[in-house]
């Protein structure tokens, strides 16, 4: 009948889902109602890559709340690796923010040195390697190219049956999607606020991500830190607190985007803005190999006046007009039949050949359009041109500056952001909330201004000089090495000891200690030392000999002070104590407070008086 109700074009979905209870029926979605069709139909099971998500987004026939990007993910990927300005700027990005490299820190101000820091030895084993086969600048790489051709990028973090984090995988931008958010949960989230951590109950809309594999099953995900499980199959959250067999759960992502889309969730590059200059560029590189392939525009235009050509001349000559570009440079014989006239008087058949379109052989066309599009999409991403490859017109002065420059804002902004996200979510979830992530900042080293602040830090005695060999090492490609410094001599001034002093107060010479051959007797009693024989005259004693160079130092006797000097310059380490202890008791009313620093103080001012007169004489 004409009022009945046309039947629903969508039909209700189930799904079997074995459990350890049993086998149950869950209601996963609506989807399309197939149309009958003959036994002997053909249908194609095959699935096209442009739309292989298509049934699956929101208001589609199989609607499973999944998002639809705002630009298609495969295109822009496509365009990223075919236009000859993208791929550069793309790879200078790669190079410059995620290849300099990255260490770890402790965030307390009075940490001890980080190459003794156990945590932060666990830290470097486990990004040298966070999945098998992979470093993480590797890693971070792919996400840079990921997030720079798409606007996307997903890393997958993995983690044991005890929930701890033990890979880190990089997932293809174009091969994820984002789903509809799902209603608010209560979570329980920690907050530092006045300096301590807190714990605050929030409501929280969690993010579910899904991957179409062989273009027939879902594969579910959740947002990195989610308060529940999902299950991977179906992409149900569990129940609040309770936890889903591990082989059930879907992994988490962490999901980078380059800049915001203003509809949805997605990101979009940062090129977007150019993407008529990108496809332009292209178009205009496809004309002129089509216009060189094909032979471009006829060089030549041929003009018959008084003749007509025969059929098989004008045959050759279109057949040789329209070949390839390679056949078309080439000498052509034309054979011309005069038309009109009589016997008396014949008309002459002329054949005018003129130069057409020669201009635009010398140089393909479209040049000056394709550089302009080049300064807009290298506008977009902010790089100089000398990280394109362009240094003609640079000088070093000119490179430093725009190195500085792009450096300060855009490669290290981006790397400051990597680096929070990395800090903020991933490494407290590993256990290391003290510590933090720092990327390693691009510098240009002039090498004759380092080794100067080298010379400046080793005039200052206060540096290690194994830092200072390593420094020099690392500027000028030297393998210096540092060895054990030589020991101090033994005497002062270099001079061999000759005299002492003995417990009485005397100078005696010093006597070397006979080597004695093996097996032979000791001698009865030691040597005993005699006193010097040019002090034979004089006080034998080391109060005299300090009396003597005091008396000769206010008289300014230079002759006896330096005579007193050689005989104080030949007394080993213990008769020079023993002669700063007696000059400092002649020389101060009361030296017990501080008899040493005294006598350095007496016989310094002896020394200098001596050494000033030598040097005036």
Same mark, same amino acid.
């Given at each position: 009948?004409?009022?009945?109700?046309?039947?629903?074009?969508?039909?209700?979905?189930? @799904?079997?889902?074995?459990?350890?209870? /049993?086998?149950?029926?869950?209601?996963?979605?609506?989807?399309?109602?197939?149309?009958?069709?003959?036994?002997?139909?053909?249908?194609?099971?095959?699935?096209?890559?442009?739309?292989?998500?298509?049934?699956?987004?929101?208001?589609?026939?199989?609607?499973?709340?999944?998002?639809?990007?705002?630009?298609?993910?495969?295109?822009?990927? @496509?365009?990223?690796?075919? !236009?000859?300005?993208? *791929?550069?700027?793309?790879?200078?990005?790669?190079?410059?923010?995620?290849?300099?490299?990255?260490?770890?820190?402790?965030?307390?101000?009075?940490?001890? #040195?980080?190459?003794?820091?156990?945590?932060?030895?666990?830290?470097?084993?486990?990004?040298?390697?966070?999945?098998?086969?992979?470093?993480?600048?590797? =890693?971070?790489?792919? =996400?840079?190219? #990921?997030?720079?051709?798409? /606007?996307?990028?997903?890393?997958?973090?993995?983690?044991?049956?005890?929930?701890?984090?033990?890979?880190?995988?990089?997932?293809?931008?174009?091969?994820?999607?984002?789903?509809?958010?799902?209603?608010?949960?209560?979570?329980?989230?920690?907050?530092?606020?006045?300096?301590?951590?807190?714990?605050?109950?929030?409501?929280?809309?969690?993010?579910?991500?899904?991957?179409?594999?062989?273009?027939?099953?879902?594969?579910?995900?959740?947002?990195?830190?989610?308060?529940?499980?999902?299950?991977?199959?179906?992409?149900?959250?569990?129940?609040?607190?309770?936890?889903?067999?591990?082989?059930?759960?879907?992994?988490?992502?962490?999901?980078?985007?380059?800049?915001?889309?203003?509809?949805?969730?997605?990101?979009?590059?940062?090129?977007?803005?150019?993407?008529?200059?990108?496809?332009? *560029?292209?178009?205009?590189?496809?004309?002129?190999?089509?216009?060189?392939?094909?032979?471009?525009?006829?060089?030549?235009?041929?003009?018959?006046?008084?003749?007509?050509?025969?059929?098989?001349?004008?045959?050759?000559?279109?057949?040789?007009?329209?070949? &390839?570009?390679?056949?078309?440079?080439?000498?052509?014989?034309?054979?011309?039949?005069?038309?009109? /006239? &009589?016997?008396?008087?014949?008309?002459?058949?002329?054949?005018?050949?003129?130069?057409?379109?020669?201009?635009?052989?010398?140089?393909?066309?479209?040049?000056?359009?394709?550089?302009?599009?080049?300064?807009?999409?290298?506008?977009?991403?902010?790089?100089?041109?000398?990280?394109?490859?362009?240094?003609?017109?640079?000088?070093?002065?000119?490179?430093?500056?725009?190195?500085? %420059?792009?450096?300060?804002?855009?490669?290290?902004?981006?790397?400051?952001?990597?680096?929070?996200?990395?800090? *903020?979510?991933?490494?407290?979830?590993?256990?290391?909330?003290?510590? $933090?992530?720092?990327?390693?900042?691009?510098?240009?080293?002039?090498?004759?201004?380092?080794?100067? /602040?080298?010379?400046?830090?080793?005039?200052?005695?206060?540096?290690?000089?194994?830092?200072?060999?390593?420094?020099?090492?690392?500027?000028?490609?030297?393998?210096?090495?540092?060895? #054990?410094?030589?020991?101090?001599?033994?005497?002062?001034?270099?001079?061999?000891?000759?005299?002492?002093?003995?417990?009485?107060?005397?100078?005696?010479?010093?006597?070397? %200690?006979?080597?004695?051959?093996?097996?032979?007797?000791?001698?009865?009693?030691?040597?005993?030392?005699?006193?010097? $024989?040019?002090?034979? $005259?004089?006080?034998?004693?080391?109060?005299?000999?300090? $009396?003597?160079?005091?008396?000769?130092?206010?008289?300014?006797?230079?002759?006896?002070?330096?005579?007193?000097?050689?005989?104080?310059?030949?007394?080993?380490?213990?008769?020079?104590?023993?002669?700063?202890?007696?000059?400092?008791?002649?020389?101060?009313? !009361?030296?017990?407070?501080?008899?040493?620093?005294?006598?350095?103080?007496?016989?310094?001012?002896?020394?200098?008086?001596?050494?000033?007169?030598?040097?005036?004489?």
């Amino acid at each position: 009948m004409a009022d009945e109700k046309q039947p629903d074009q969508k039909a209700q979905v189930y @799904r079997l889902v074995k459990s350890e209870a /049993g086998v149950s029926i869950q209601k996963v979605g609506f989807g399309a109602k197939e149309s009958a069709a003959s036994s002997d139909a053909v249908a194609s099971n095959a699935a096209s890559p442009e739309d292989e998500y298509q049934q699956f987004y929101v208001g589609a026939a199989n609607d499973r709340g999944v998002l639809c990007p705002p630009y298609n993910l495969r295109r822009l990927d @496509r365009l990223a690796q075919e !236009n000859n300005t993208l *791929s550069p700027c793309i790879e200078a990005m790669v190079t410059n923010i995620d290849g300099t490299g990255y260490d770890f820190e402790s965030k307390a101000e009075s940490a001890e #040195d980080k190459e003794d820091d156990s945590q932060i030895e666990q830290l470097r084993e486990f990004f040298s390697e966070p999945l098998p086969g992979t470093n993480f600048i590797s =890693l971070r790489k792919s =996400l840079r190219r #990921d997030l720079e051709a798409t /606007g996307n990028a997903y890393l997958e973090v993995l983690r044991n049956a005890q929930d701890q984090i033990v890979f880190l995988k990089h997932v293809d931008s174009k091969m994820m999607r984002l789903v509809k958010l799902d209603e608010s949960v209560e979570v329980e989230v920690t907050v530092k606020r006045n300096g301590v951590d807190t714990k605050i109950k929030m409501m929280k809309r969690e993010r579910r991500f899904v991957q179409l594999l062989n273009g027939l099953t879902l594969v579910y995900f959740r947002e990195f830190g989610a308060s529940r499980d999902i299950n991977k199959t179906t992409g149900i959250w569990s129940k609040q607190g309770q936890r889903l067999p591990a082989k059930d759960r879907g992994t988490e992502i962490l999901h980078f985007t380059c800049l915001p889309d203003a509809h949805t969730d997605y990101g979009v590059p940062r090129w977007i803005s150019q993407l008529p200059s990108v496809l332009g *560029s292209r178009k205009a590189e496809e004309f002129n190999l089509d216009f060189f392939d094909n032979g471009g525009i006829p060089p030549v235009l041929i003009t018959l006046q008084g003749g007509t050509l025969q059929a098989e001349t004008r045959k050759a000559l279109e057949a040789k007009m329209t070949g &390839s570009a390679e056949k078309t440079n080439r000498v052509q014989i034309l054979e011309v039949e005069p038309a009109g /006239g &009589s016997l008396d008087h014949p008309t002459q058949a002329r054949v005018t050949v003129e130069r057409f379109g020669g201009e635009r052989t010398n140089d393909s066309m479209f040049e000056e359009y394709d550089n302009k599009c080049e300064e807009r999409v290298r506008r977009a991403f902010r790089l100089a041109p000398i990280f394109l490859g362009a240094s003609d017109d640079y000088s070093f002065a000119s490179a430093y500056v725009s190195y500085t %420059v792009t450096e300060a804002q855009v490669f290290k902004p981006e790397r400051d952001e990597f680096d929070e996200i990395m800090n *903020s979510k991933l490494l407290p979830a590993m256990g290391f909330g003290e510590y $933090k992530m720092a990327s390693k900042p691009l510098v240009i080293e002039d090498v004759h201004l380092k080794i100067e /602040g080298l010379q400046i830090g080793l005039g200052t005695n206060r540096v290690d000089v194994e830092d200072v060999i390593y420094e020099l090492n690392e500027a000028t490609g030297l393998k210096l090495k540092t060895i #054990d410094p030589p020991e101090p001599p033994a005497v002062p001034n270099g001079l061999e000891s000759t005299h002492t002093v003995d417990n009485e107060g005397n100078i005696v010479p010093i006597k070397p %200690v006979p080597v004695e051959a093996p097996g032979a007797k000791e001698p009865k009693s030691a040597p005993t030392a005699t006193p010097a $024989k040019k002090w034979e $005259k004089q006080p034998a004693g080391i109060q005299a000999l300090a $009396k003597d160079t005091l008396i000769a130092l206010r008289k300014r006797d230079w002759p006896e002070l330096a005579k007193n000097m050689t005989l104080v310059k030949s007394l080993d380490a213990k008769g020079v104590a023993k002669f700063k202890q007696a000059t400092a008791e002649l020389q101060f009313i !009361n030296p017990e407070h501080d008899a040493e620093g005294l006598g350095d103080l007496a016989a310094a001012t002896i020394s200098l008086m001596h050494h000033s007169h030598a040097h005036q004489h």
